[in-house]
């Protein structure tokens, strides 16, 4: 028999998830940089959970998008 040995995404495809994975870790680490009590200031409320959403988004395009044959 022989075996399809195409990969599920492409070069590309993975470039992006790796990009998205960077974003989302950027975003907890942003998240704990803020000082406030309980995390409630900015950093810990409204940017970083921006970061950590377009990282979401970033990998979601990565994984819906066709790759280019």
Known sequence: M???KKMPFG???YIIML???VVLALGFFIMTLD???YGFGFLGLTLGPIVVL???AI???ALFSK???
């Open 54 to 56: 377009l990282g979401f």
């Open 11 to 13: 070069k590309n495809n």
């Open 35 to 37: 000082k406030a009590e």
């Open 59 to 61: 990998e979601f395009y």
């Open 67 to 69: 790759p280019k044959s």
């Open 2 to 4: 022989e075996e399809n």
């Open 19 to 21: 990009a998205g994975i």
